[in-house]
């Protein structure tokens, strides 16, 4: 296959992985929140948080880089559920617990006051970003340990942590040592999304099923992140032929909603066009211009133009497998789609 490792790094570290400066404000509008929860509660209610609980896509570090600021940062709250309770000692609905964290927060200096949703109050911010603070109290069990409820319809069992966790062990798990770091599971996951959102057109799954796909079928190679995408967009096809929906990790439920799910359709159809694109590298007389300009085509940029010199040439192609030797991949000129 040829070599673009050094290319596709290059995309991710620049174009697809969050920069400091970015996670520095996120990490201020999160603090801000907390502050605002933490004070607005203390003095309406008198009520205080045990603590709050960072979570989703931020916690698991695969956020990625949006062109339109439109980041999502969970930062839960959490409180004992003895404390939820209104004036005369009856205890609050998980609807009554989000509305009372959603007045906590409320400030004249948003132009679009934060509202309260099924499964949080959602805070917006003027850059185009938002931060979700789902609510949750703290119970006992009758084995003497805790646990979390999530105010949503009504009062959820719940595990924020857990995914986290469960996210690291399979990273650190099936990552190659790479100078002293195991991270190129959490980059291949960053890139998925990247693809998964390189076309507003598109209906993808959420940022969580990719997730979970990309840990199912990630295709590790110490030095070779193109092969590496490549393979585990590859497996994540082929498991998408056979079966569209999707389970939750750490929970017993589905993610998906039903067998066939328009965003799972819509995922397997792209990653197979991606994948015909991707044809040209491993091809023996492919050239640098034409495996840049398939990789171009499938995160729809011209970042990768940055790399050809005059001729539009480059290195020759590096055939290269986890075993060392050539491999057999097969070409399939199947025709028809569509590219975003």
């Not at 005369?88 to 006051?113: E, I, M, S």
């Not at 499964?119 to 603070?133: L, M």
């Not at 693809?195 to 590790?220: C, D, Q, T």
Request: glycine share 8%; aromatic share 8%; proline share 4%.
């Amino acid at each position: 296959m040829f070599d673009c490792s050094r290319e596709i790094r290059a995309f991710h570290d620049e174009k697809v992985r969050l920069s400091e400066a970015v996670q520095d404000k996120l990490r201020g509008h999160r603090d801000a929140n907390r502050e605002r929860v933490t004070n607005g509660l203390k003095a309406s209610h008198g009520l205080t948080p045990i603590s709050f609980l960072i979570q989703g896509s931020y916690d698991m570090q695969t956020i990625i880089q949006q062109p339109k600021n439109d980041y999502d940062i969970d930062d839960g709250v959490i409180f004992k559920a003895d404390d939820l309770h209104g004036p005369q000692g009856g205890q609050w609905t998980p609807l009554q617990v989000r509305q009372v964290v959603c007045q906590a927060v409320q400030d004249p200096r948003f132009k679009k006051a934060p509202e309260v949703r099924t499964n949080c109050v959602r805070v917006y911010y003027e850059e185009g970003h938002n931060v979700d603070i789902p609510v949750y109290r703290q119970r006992s069990s009758i084995l003497g340990g805790t646990y979390l409820e999530l105010a949503s319809v009504e009062w959820r069992q719940s595990n924020p942590k857990a995914v986290t966790e469960w996210f690291d062990t399979q990273v650190q798990t099936h990552s190659p040592d790479e100078e002293g770091t195991k991270q190129q599971m959490r980059r291949q996951v960053r890139l998925l999304k990247a693809f998964a959102k390189s076309r507003e057109s598109w209906n993808m799954p959420s940022g969580f099923i990719l997730s979970v796909l990309a840990s199912e079928k990630y295709h590790a190679l110490a030095g070779r992140e193109d092969v590496s995408f490549y393979e585990t967009i590859r497996g994540i096809h082929s498991r998408l032929e056979w079966d569209l929906t999707v389970r939750h990790p750490v929970v017993d439920e589905a993610l998906t909603k039903t067998a066939e799910d328009a965003s799972m359709v819509e995922l397997k159809t792209q990653l197979k066009q991606a994948l015909e694109s991707l044809v040209i590298l491993h091809d023996r007389d492919c050239t640098k211009k034409a495996a840049l300009q398939a990789w171009g085509k499938v995160f729809n940029t011209d970042f990768f133009d940055k790399f050809l010199d005059d001729e539009g040439k480059g290195r020759g192609p590096t055939i290269l497998t986890t075993s060392g030797k050539q491999p057999q991949f097969p070409v399939k000129k199947e025709g028809g789609g569509r590219y975003g």
